[in-house]
């Protein structure tokens, strides 16, 4: 099953093609190189992470299952998409098992133009597969830790995490919307997975701290914890990592 979360394949993150943020490196994987995708998760609204054009490449291309929290369904304007409450569930049927997704909390937000604010919902996604689960976290602060934790108490510690590290400075503007690298180790902790995988970073520059600054500000963050820099990884860019789960 090849699974795709929050697919960027434009130039800009913007309602306009001329202006915006703008993508400083080009897609790891060509689009026409992609395998044939058999189910997206779009975790929320904003143009970084709900890419239209790519969507409806991808729609016409392979038939994907799209799952999205509600309210983004109308947005993407797409057939058969799943649109799902927090704690809601959706299922692909596949062959020699089923993928089972569930939309739990995140804490972030919303919006696509001046007067959509907070109108559709955000989440992030746990992935039940036969071989172990998966969670994506997708664009969230750290808060107190505890939806992190319940994640952990209601599915169980996940085989593999997707955690966001990039998109963080200045800490008194984003620092409720988005972790810096140093919440995303406290969330791997909180979730004791033993494999975790750092995203959300090094493709678009968002926000005030450099294009390169968190894969340095995790190795700080992970220094002097062997058990924790062997199991947080943030491989370079484009580059594919294999996890037997």
Known sequence: VNILTDPFLSSRASPLPFMGPRRV??????????????????????YDHL??????RLYRRDEPLIVTPLGNDRIIGLPGIRALDW??????????GSVRVTLEPALHWSARGLYDRRRALWGAFVIAT??????FAGDT???????????????????????????YEPRWFMGNVHMNPADAVAAWRDLGAPR?????????QLTDEGIDAPADDLRAALAGDAQAAARFHLPPFGMGLEYRI
């Open 25 to 46: 490196r080009p897609l790891a994987i060509p689009f026409a190189d992609l395998p044939r995708i058999d189910l997206v998760l779009v975790s929320h609204n904003h």
């Open 51 to 56: 890419d239209r054009p790519a969507l409806g």
């Open 87 to 96: 704690g809601q569930e959706a299922e692909l049927n596949s062959q020699p």
């Open 130 to 135: 036969p071989a172990g689960m998966v969670y």
């Open 141 to 167: 602060a750290y808060g107190d830790g505890a939806h992190f934790r319940a994640i952990r108490e209601k599915h169980g510690v996940p085989a593999l995490a997707l955690l966001p590290v990039g998109a």
């Open 196 to 204: 975790t995988l750092g995203m959300h970073f090094g493709t678009i």
